[in-house]
């Protein structure tokens, strides 16, 4: 099993960044896909973002499209996501989720993924 630690979520003013970062441990000897998601108070956790193995498949939602950025660092176990411009619809709990998957499979469904971080919590005043 996979275990996942989120960081870098805070409070930020409008249009300012963030740089979040997701931690893998445990079974991660093999290839994985990566997405983060969000959820605000009273909505449904939706994707934001999501990125193969092999980084050369990447998915955005339209909301961030331009403005948020995936990346990785396989060697580190380590998925980050930059958040530029950010603005008060962005404030929600944003988790980390991996999936075992071949190396250019890009998974943007919130079921298809099996490991769950516990969220970092991103606050943007206006």
């Known amino acids: 099993q996979t275990q996942l630690v989120e960081s870098g979520g805070g409070l930020v003013q409008a249009g300012g960044s963030l740089r979040l970062s997701c931690a893998a441990s445990?079974?991660?000897?093999?290839?994985?896909?990566a997405g983060w998601f969000r959820q605000a108070p009273g909505k449904e956790r939706e994707i934001v973002s999501a990125?193969?193995?092999?980084?050369?498949?990447?998915f955005y939602a339209d909301s961030v499209k331009g403005r948020f950025t995936i990346s990785r660092e396989n060697a580190k176990n380590t998925v980050y996501l930059q958040m530029n411009s950010l603005n008060h619809e962005d404030t929600a709990v944003y988790y980390c989720?991996?999936?075992?998957?071949?190396?250019?499979?890009?998974?943007?469904?919130?079921?298809?993924?099996?490991?769950w971080g516990q969220g970092t919590q991103v606050t943007v005043s206006s």
């Open positions: 989720a991996t999936s075992f998957a071949g190396q250019h499979i890009l998974l943007v469904e919130r079921s298809k993924y099996d490991s």
């Open positions: 445990g079974r991660t000897f093999s290839t994985y896909a």
């Open positions: 990125i193969s193995w092999s980084g050369d498949n990447t």
